[in-house]
């Protein structure tokens, strides 16, 4: 019994000690063959950010299932690829300090094309999943990016106007309706106010009624 309260103790301990690390990359990226890209990295964690702070870049290729290391940043060093694909290609340009690992490529290339799957930790918060972005490039930019960019805009602002129109004619119809029922009940007040000042009809003359 004192082993099982012992374990439990121990265990809490431990769950207060180390929590979870979220970390976040973007998406999808694309660009055009011979630019740049920076592909950008950051966490979130309870802790304030350690000194031991580390962050890990990985690169799978398109059609390949095994991935490959291109950078390790720890111990305040940055350790870069220097056989691999992005050999004199990649820079390291985040800031441990604000929890940012991104990294530059350089001259990209038609097999750049992949997944980059970054992996921070933040001692004693180590505990995270990974995060992937996958990078297409293109020779020219590609029309339906744009177009599927531009629909959603359009479809945005229409919704917005929208709700302006249909909120504007609310008010209009609203206010239209009190004016009517205001002079509804304005005409009805005097109408009533005229019968009551020019009082009963008088009676008729018997002498004036010709048989």
């Avoid at 002079?183 to 005097?190: L, R, T």
Wanted: hydrophobic fraction near 40%.
């Amino acid at each position: 019994m004192l082993a099982v309260l012992v374990s439990i103790v121990s265990l809490g301990i431990v769950a207060q000690q180390c929590q979870a690390i979220v970390i976040y990359t973007g998406w999808e990226r694309h660009a055009l063959v011979g630019s740049d890209i920076r592909l950008s990295c950051s966490f979130f964690s309870w802790r304030w950010t350690s000194e031991d702070v580390t962050f890990s870049w990985t690169y799978r290729p398109d059609g390949s299932r095994d991935s490959i290391s291109i950078f390790h940043y720890t111990g305040g060093e940055a350790y870069l690829d220097n056989k691999g694909p992005f050999k004199d290609r990649l820079e390291f340009v985040g800031n441990p300090g604000r929890r940012d690992g991104s990294i530059l490529i350089k001259n990209l290339d038609f097999n750049d094309n992949g997944t980059f799957t970054c992996d921070a930790k933040n001692p004693p918060d180590i505990v995270g999943r990974p995060s992937s972005v996958r990078l297409l490039v293109f020779e020219k930019v590609p029309i339906q990016a744009g177009v599927i960019t531009g629909a959603i805009i359009g479809v945005v602002l229409g919704l917005l106007v929208l709700v302006v129109v249909i909120y504007y004619l609310m008010r209009f119809l609203v206010a239209r309706r009190v004016f009517s029922l205001n002079v509804s009940k304005h005409g009805k007040k005097k109408k009533e106010g005229s019968q009551q000042r020019q009082g009963p009809a008088p009676p008729a003359d018997p002498s004036k009624i010709k048989v």
